[in-house]
């Protein structure tokens, strides 16, 4: 298994320090609390003090993970913050204000891991591997540098990162790395039956209901290539979904044979929207989430925009059909 080992210049810090603040980006995703509450506990075990700190709460479906219970949340910095910590660790966050904590965090050392493309490396030590299948393949490599054994619970953790990001390996990063990691973790005593069930088996009501309000918006364009849907606030109060009842949404439209881009764009205020893209194959998304302010990875990105869903809308599926008319050049003069 080819794996891009982490630098001496992040190694050092993690030796030499002692205590730590652990961060991710805005609405964590599984590969981001999984990826926190793993690294917590591996420095914990290396005889570190570890606090992971998010902005926002963590989901209710991985709420079941070991360390959950921890996670400070929210602006207001934990007790001790930032005199008592020789350093913060931001995972997965291509740019520091990803984490809704940049004013905060200026105030103190950050170390910066992360697997997304274009980040701006602004730490004081940068591993960045856009290869990585998840940031929790990183965190196990870095465990492993460190000699560090992973327990069950800890083996866990870093599993549902992965089926998280692999969208339970169907993805194009489920690489031979991703599925050498599942398999070592499997063998550290991580629970796949346990980790499917929370992730794909523990809908609410009213996830299902919103899920019925948005493919009644579902529109397809270019010849069926790209499909898009709404997520409006009307939809939220009529089906009583809550902003985790989104998870796993933007799949269903991708989930048509024809369909190859997908823009997922949901209502968040009267001043705009926030879009989530997803991709099959070469379309790269994530060029068109950086030229509107945002990142991500090939084939799933995201980024917000000013205005109304249905102007956000026209815009998604010009793009969208664009980056597909690319996509179309390219393979015909490969040809």
């Known amino acids: 298994m080819t794996r891009i080992n982490p630098p001496d210049p992040l190694l050092l810090p993690l030796c030499e320090g002692e205590r730590f603040v652990i961060t991710s980006h805005l609405n964590p995703d599984g590969d981001a609390v999984g990826s926190s509450l793993a690294l917590a506990r591996l420095l914990r075990r290396f005889g570190k003090v570890a606090q992971v700190w998010l902005h926002d709460p963590v989901p209710a479906m991985f709420r079941q993970l070991a360390g959950s219970d921890r996670v400070h949340v929210?602006?207001?910095?934990?007790?001790?913050?930032?005199?008592?910590?020789?350093?913060?660790?931001a995972l997965e966050c291509p740019s520091l204000s990803r984490s809704g904590l940049e004013e905060a965090l200026g105030a103190i050392d950050v170390l910066n891991i992360d697997h997304h493309l274009g980040n701006e490396s602004y730490g004081i030590a940068n591993?960045?591997?856009?290869?990585?299948?998840a940031l929790g393949e990183m965190i196990?490599?870095?465990a492993e540098k460190l000699k560090i054994p992973l327990d069950p619970d800890t083996?866990?953790?870093?599993?549902?990162?992965?089926?998280s990001d692999t969208g339970g390996f169907r993805f194009s990063n489920s690489s031979d790395r991703a599925f050498d990691a599942a398999a070592e973790l499997v063998r550290k005593g991580a629970r796949p039956q346990q980790i499917s069930q929370w992730l794909y088996e523990s809908r609410t009501e009213a996830s299902l209901r919103l899920l019925q309000e948005m493919l009644g918006s579902l529109e397809l364009d270019c010849s069926g290539r790209v499909g898009t849907a709404l997520?409006?606030?009307?939809?939220?109060?009529?089906?009583?979904?809550?902003?985790?009842?989104?998870?796993?949404l933007v799949d269903f439209p991708r989930s048509i044979a024809?369909?190859?881009?997908?823009?997922l764009i949901r209502e968040i205020d009267d001043q705009g929207v926030k879009v989530s893209l997803r991709s099959r194959d070469r379309v790269n998304v994530e060029e068109i989430a950086r030229r509107n302010g945002g990142g991500g990875h090939r084939n799933?990105?995201?980024?917000?925009?000013?205005?109304?869903?249905?102007?956000?809308?026209t815009t998604v599926v010009k793009e969208l059909t664009q980056a597909l008319e690319k996509h179309d050049a390219q393979r015909s003069s490969a040809g």
Do not use: K
């Not at 024809?258 to 823009?263: I, L, N, R």
């Open 74 to 89: 929210g602006s207001e910095a934990p007790a001790g913050f930032p005199g008592n910590y020789d350093a913060a660790i």
């Open 127 to 133: 591993w960045v591997d856009s290869s990585a299948p």
């Open 140 to 142: 196990q490599t870095l």
């Open 155 to 163: 083996a866990t953790c870093l599993l549902v990162a992965l089926v």
């Open 231 to 248: 997520l409006t606030r009307e939809m939220f109060e009529r089906s009583g979904a809550t902003h985790e009842d989104t998870e796993g």
């Open 258 to 263: 024809t369909v190859e881009a997908v823009g």
């Open 300 to 313: 799933a990105a995201g980024f917000r925009l000013a205005g109304s869903a249905a102007d956000a809308r």
